[in-house]
Structure formats: C-alpha cells, structure tokens
C-alpha cells in the first residue's frame, strides 16, 4: 500500500462537505508532522492545515471554521474535515510528512511546499481531486 496517499476527494456544490484520509505509516503519525496542502490549477501548492507529535495544529487563516486536521486514531490515518466549500477550494489535495519538524506552522510558510519538493527527507503522498461547484 502507497503510504500517504490521499483520498476521499470528489465533487461537490459550494456549501458542501469531504472528509480526506491520508494513510501514514506508524513512524509517520507519531513523530514529526503531517500536513495537507491545495494545489488549485496553475497555481504553486500551499499549506492548508499540519498537525504536529503533540497533535497541536495549524491553519491556513482562509479555511479557518471550516476545515479542520486531526489524527484518527483507529489506524494511523491523517483526516481533513471540509466543510462549507467553496469553488476556490477546487484542486489537488496531498499530505507531506516532515520528519525535522517542531512546529506544524512551519509547513503553512509561503514556498515551503515548493522548496520541500527538492528535501529528501520530507515525503509526499499522491493526491485527490477536489472539485466543488458554484
């Protein structure tokens, strides 16, 4: 099984809701952190929430009240709640691990998610499609 790789995507109206899964593996979920990122067509990918050991989060201002990260403990799955979508939403959802991480607000930062592509040591999972109508 590919780990990190996210699901759950779809299609929705605005107004809707997804719930996203990202399967980690036990190393993943307990130490360093998890976050989800939004690539939007022709657009750089961007951090939308990170979750860090301590389970303390970080959210992008523009999904704050409707999005929201936590673990699932039943079986080391990551999981973005969505809710209230809105068409600019729309797009590529993946979930990265960053294994140095001390604070999940470093994984929002402005091009973290671009210049992480190059790390090593941060991985990246497939992503899911997220279309939501006006």
């Known amino acids: 099984q590919v780990q990190l790789a996210a699901s759950g995507g779809g299609s929705v109206q605005a107004g809707g809701s997804l719930r996203l899964s990202c399967l980690a593996s036990q190393y993943e979920y307990t130490f360093g952190c998890l976050g989800w990122f939004h690539q939007a067509p022709g657009r750089e990918r961007e951090g939308v929430a990170a979750?860090?050991?301590?389970?303390?989060?970080s959210v992008r201002d523009s999904v704050k009240g409707r999005f929201t990260i936590s673990k699932d403990n039943t079986g080391n799955a990551l999981v973005l709640q969505m809710h209230s979508l809105k068409p600019e939403d729309s797009g590529q959802y993946y979930c990265a691990h960053h294994p140095g991480c001390l604070d999940a607000s470093e994984m929002l930062v402005t091009g973290w998610a671009a210049a992480s592509r190059s790390r090593p040591d941060v991985k990246w999972g497939q992503g899911t499609l997220v279309t939501v109508s006006s």
């Open positions: 979750i860090d050991s301590g389970r303390y989060t």
